[in-house]
């Protein structure tokens, strides 16, 4: 690189970067300021508009509670309404009273432009007075055209809590807008009498939703709600006038802009991309109330505008600069690089041979004094070059004598190399066939050279590779370095013993490496004799066998440890249980096997998956073995199944049962902390069962059978507990496997029957029967549902049962149809969760219609909560793909479960049925009382059926009567019956 280049370069690295650095900083620091700034100043401006909307609202909500209250509102309810139910005899008195209203509410609507129109709504949801007469006017909103309105639902929600009501936005039909409405009660003398509502006018809440004043030129404040997977924009925006719930962008469109933070309901701020994809500055709320996202937002350009003018300012300077220093150190470089280029030149004449050349003296400074010094050298060689050529002429003669006297020596010489020649050639051969031989040796052996005394002389490289020292650690070192400890003294002594009398030692060695590690050989060693028979030296010819160690190793791993937890696995467990009963037997100290199960594990594999749970295992392996004795034996079974076996620990049940105790509560304990997985805190516990042993009274497989029966009573007694064995629990396990085994029999053998209990109307007259199964067994009798209905759905034989009685109630339907008495008989089928989860359940129902030629509209699937919560998207579809084929659906038990109304209007019922347990105590309990109101009601307003069932006594019917029930079953009318009973039972009643 030439010297001017280096000056320039110099100059701009120590005068123009550090310039060019503090200036980007100073940038940097002032861009980071307004940056802040901005952000706090948007903040501000979103609280303040959220409040100033959330308050508007607030406003618009008390004018209707006042209006709603006022004397205008109430004297127009009460002749409007009188006027309304005769208008089509009185024409002209209705037009008289709705004018006077008109005159009374014209100041809202035409000259405050707070509400766009009024309506007078009665509590059958008819609407008697509406200020605009749009379509809506004189329709119901509860059978009307617009009964799913945003209006019909701020109705029926103040007819239900009477307290105003906001209603969320929507394009309104009759006025062709988006609309919003407020609704209030109307109440007099504490009586409810109808509903004020009001649709609140857009303009002036655009106005003062979208003020955008603070927001700048370009700055505006953007409203929307949840649409689908998407979002739809409710108010007019700045660059889009005709947004107002028209303009929607899908998921995929708003996940990068504020919106999305505000409609996932969080608060904040930042630089984003808005619904134009242009950067902006913005601040996003929630707003609740209204279910909105609200965003406030300024393009990026114009907040930052001063930034951007700063960075052109500051790039320009630095330009200017960077071409001034580029100048200057241009001309100084030249300066002083033109002298010396000068001198190179010179040089480079002198070097070709010319030595009487010489350089310009007359540079200033330091050049100058340079030249000078250059010349004085070039004159100084030129006086040795003359005197250099002197000598070689002298050396060249002494020369020519030396070459003459060793043309005679080499002769001599090639004479003795040729015997040379052929001696090297015999040795070379010889060496070549030691050398291969070695070469073999080494690539299959490890081979080592110690003297009597075990001191080692000589290691392959092999043997350095395997034990990890460098040949100079081993050599002068004893054998003893690479000891084990793996085996005995006597192992060693006997070894001696056979190679010091001079035979071959052969055997199986486990040596330690230089880092602590352990390999295994297999070694032959020779004892080298010398010329009086005794040992000299010994050569150890020695086979890795290590990784044929570690196989063995694995292999008994394998077979008798789990792979996981690295605990003993069935197989090791029972025999250390054969050997522990053996060893009770001699000493007559009793033992104990405990049998954990973790708690909902399966629940962890399903959501954080299995290697979650295969860490929660590992971590349950090390707390109970830190709970027990290292004699003691903690084993797993596989899955989340542990056993520990306890032994020797007293001569007395009394006292082993409570140290057993004691130690099954420590391990509880333990294994309910909360283990940290991944970051994660997982909570977990266990169910643990006990049973005592002594000698050989019970083989292993009962021991681990009687503990897993406890362990499963302690599930059954709620988790997280323990509990001991208990002969009854042989008792009641072995019970139940005979009724399962019964069971089985049931449907081949026609051991099961249909029960029928009647439903009827407010009349008494039979609307149809629910079926109900019962089990007739040929030495049991008859067995009752809730001993055989649970253990039939524990073993799944509940589908087995399900599709029996769904084709006996078809069968029974389609013999009704052609009773007269009968024909529009329902049937009502009980449906279980497995079930109904079956992928072809309604491809079987519709079969079993066609095949029974039964009439779909009169059975009826009866469902729990615990059904149709299980996956509502799949139920839903499978119940509409049921209504398809004309069934009725009934939802069982309402009210026992988790009753929702978000799932309760998915789904497309026929009818509810209110749970026996509320029925029970309606007409002595106030909160069995209400809810079962509640219920009916509720069934009212969505349009469904409702039947009680378990209805036993007239007190309890005629409050039922009195709520609006529509139908009944219980013992007040009928047990469940055979059909032959019960078609007599119709016959009596209908006489």
């Given at each position: 690189m030439r010297i001017f280049t280096r000056l320039l370069l110099l100059f701009l690295l120590v005068a123009v970067l550090p310039l060019a650095l503090y200036s980007y900083l100073n940038l940097r620091q002032g861009e980071a300021t307004l940056r802040q700034q901005a952000l706090g100043r948007m903040s501000g401006l979103a609280d303040k508009k959220a409040i100033q909307v959330k308050n508007y609202l607030a406003e618009r909500v008390q004018d209707v509670r006042l209006l709603a209250r006022g004397p205008r509102v109430e004297e127009a309810m009460g002749t409007i309404s009188q006027e309304y139910a005769g208008r089509l005899k009185n024409a002209v008195n209705y037009q008289r009273e709705d004018a006077r209203a008109r005159l009374n509410f014209e100041r809202y609507v035409e000259e405050a432009g707070r509400f766009y129109d009024l309506f007078l709504i009665t509590p059958e949801g008819e609407i008697i007075y509406s200020q605009k007469h749009e379509s809506d006017f004189a329709t119901n909103l509860i059978t009307g055209p617009y009964r799913n309105s945003q209006l019909a639902y701020a109705f029926r929600a103040a007819r239900m809590t009477l307290e105003p009501i906001v209603s969320g936005y929507e394009h309104y039909e009759p006025s062709q807008a988006p609309a919003l409405f407020i609704a209030a009660p109307i109440m007099m003398d504490g009586q409810f009498k109808g509903v004020f509502a009001v649709q609140l006018g857009n303009e002036l809440f655009y106005q003062v939703a979208t003020d955008a004043t603070g927001l700048g030129q370009s700055g505006e404040a953007a409203f929307a709600r949840r649409d689908g997977d998407g979002v739809l924009y409710t108010t007019p925006l700045k660059y889009r006038s005709d947004a107002a719930m028209k303009f929607r962008l899908d998921r995929q469109q708003i996940k990068t802009t504020p919106m999305f933070g505000a409609l996932s309901g969080e608060s904040g701020e930042g630089v984003k991309l808005d619904y134009r994809g242009k950067s902006v500055v913005a601040a996003w709320r929630y707003l609740p109330g209204l279910d909105w996202g609200m965003v406030v937002e300024v393009d990026a350009d114009e907040v930052f505008a001063p930034i951007y003018q700063q960075r052109t300012v500051l790039l320009q300077t630095l330009l200017a600069l960077l071409l001034f220093a580029g100048l200057l150190a241009y001309y100084f470089g030249r300066q002083i690089s033109r002298p010396l280029e000068g001198m190179a030149r010179t040089a480079d004449e002198v070097a070709g041979g010319s030595l009487d050349m010489r350089a310009d003296e007359s540079a200033p400074g330091e050049l100058g004094l340079f030249a000078c010094a250059f010349n004085r050298m070039t004159e100084s060689l030129q006086v040795l070059y003359r005197s250099l050529e002197d000598r070689v002429e002298e050396r060249t003669r002494e020369l020519n004598v030396t070459n003459e006297e060793l043309q005679e020596e080499i002769i001599e010489r090639e004479q003795l190399e040729s015997a040379l020649r052929d001696s090297e050639t015999y040795l070379r051969v010889s060496l070549e066939d030691l050398r291969y031989q070695k070469f073999a040796l080494d690539q299959h052996s490890v081979v080592a050279l110690t003297d009597v005394s075990g001191t080692i002389t000589y290691v392959n490289d092999k043997f350095c590779e395997i034990s990890g020292y460098a040949a100079q650690e081993l050599i002068g070192q004893n054998h003893r370095l690479l000891n084990s400890g793996t085996h005995p003294a006597q192992f060693f002594s006997d070894m001696y013993r056979t190679i010091e009398s001079g035979q071959v030692w052969s055997g199986e060695m486990c040596n330690r490496t230089r880092d602590k590690g352990l390999y295994w050989v297999r070694v032959t060693i020779v004892p080298y004799l010398d010329n009086d028979g005794k040992p000299a030296q010994y050569i150890a010819i020695q086979a890795d066998i290590t990784a044929s160690k570690k196989a063995e190793e694995e292999i008994r791993n394998l077979a008798f440890y789990d792979v996981l937890t690295q605990l003993p696995n069935r197989r090791l467990l029972l025999d250390r249980i054969n050997l522990a009963l053996s060893v009770s037997l001699r000493s007559q100290h009793y033992g104990a096997v405990l049998f954990l199960d973790m708690d909902r594990f399966k629940t962890l594999n399903d959501t954080l998956g299995h290697d979650y749970g295969d860490l929660l295992l590992i971590e349950v392996a090390k707390r109970i073995q830190s709970c027990v004795r290292e004699v003691d034996t903690v084993a797993r079974l596989g899955g989340d199944e542990f056993v520990v076996l306890i032994e020797e620990i007293d001569a007395h049940a009394a006292e082993a049962s409570q140290k057993v105790a004691l130690i099954a509560e420590k391990i509880r304990l333990s294994l309910t902390v909360p283990y940290p997985l991944k970051g994660r805190q997982h909570h977990s516990s266990p169910s643990i069962g006990v049973c005592l042993y002594l000698g050989h009274e019970e083989s292993a497989d009962t021991l681990l059978k009687h503990a897993d029966m406890a362990m499963y009573q302690a599930k059954d007694s709620g988790r997280n507990t323990v509990r001991f064995f208990d002969p009854k629990m042989q008792h009641a396990v072995e019970a139940r496997a005979e009724l399962e085994a019964d069971l089985r029999h049931a449907?081949?053998?026609?051991?099961?029957?249909?029960?029928?209990?009647?439903?009827?109307?407010?009349?008494?007259?039979?609307?149809?029967?629910?079926?109900?199964?019962?089990?007739?067994?040929?030495?049991?009798?008859?067995?009752?549902?809730?001993?055989?209905?649970?253990?039939?759905?524990?073993?799944?034989?509940?589908?087995?049962?399900?599709?029996?009685?769904?084709?006996?109630?078809?069968?029974?339907?389609?013999?009704?149809?052609?009773?007269?008495?009968?024909?529009?008989?329902?049937?009502?089928?009980?449906?279980?969760?497995?079930?109904?989860?079956?992928?072809?359940?309604?491809?079987?129902?519709?079969?079993?219609?066609?095949?029974?030629?039964?009439?779909?509209?009169?059975?009826?699937?009866?469902?729990?909560?615990?059904?149709?919560?299980?996956?509502?998207?799949?139920?839903?579809?499978?119940?509409?793909?049921?209504?398809?084929?004309?069934?009725?659906?009934?939802?069982?038990?309402?009210?026992?479960?988790?009753?929702?109304?978000?799932?309760?209007?998915?789904?497309?019922?026929?009818?509810?049925?209110i749970d026996q347990s509320f029925v029970r105590d309606i007409a002595t309990d106030a909160n069995d009382a209400v809810m079962v109101h509640a219920i009916i009601d509720m069934a009212h307003n969505f349009g469904l059926d409702v039947i009680a069932e378990g209805v036993e006594t007239e007190d309890q019917l005629a409050f039922l009567k009195l709520h609006g029930c529509m139908a009944y079953q219980g013992y007040l009318f009928s047990k469940p019956v055979p059909v032959e009973a019960f078609e007599k039972l119709l016959g009596r009643g209908n006489s």
């Open positions: 449907v081949p053998d026609e051991q099961l029957h249909l029960y029928y209990q009647i439903q009827l109307d407010n009349e008494q007259r039979a609307l149809g029967a629910e079926a109900l199964v019962r089990w007739i067994h040929p030495t049991r009798g008859m067995v009752s549902p809730a001993q055989f209905i649970p253990v039939a759905e524990e073993s799944a034989l509940i589908l087995e049962i399900g599709a029996w009685v769904l084709e006996t109630a078809c069968r029974q339907l389609s013999d009704w149809s052609k009773n007269e008495l009968t024909r529009n008989l329902s049937i009502s089928v009980n449906v279980s969760a497995q079930q109904f989860k079956l992928v072809d359940f309604v491809d079987k129902v519709e079969a079993t219609l066609q095949a029974c030629g039964a009439p779909a509209a009169l059975l009826k699937l009866e469902l729990t909560e615990s059904v149709v919560l299980s996956d509502v998207a799949d139920v839903v579809a499978k119940m509409h793909a049921l209504k398809a084929l004309g069934v009725q659906l009934s939802l069982d038990d309402f009210g026992t479960g988790y009753s929702s109304l978000s799932y309760l209007k998915r789904l497309p019922l026929d009818q509810l049925k």
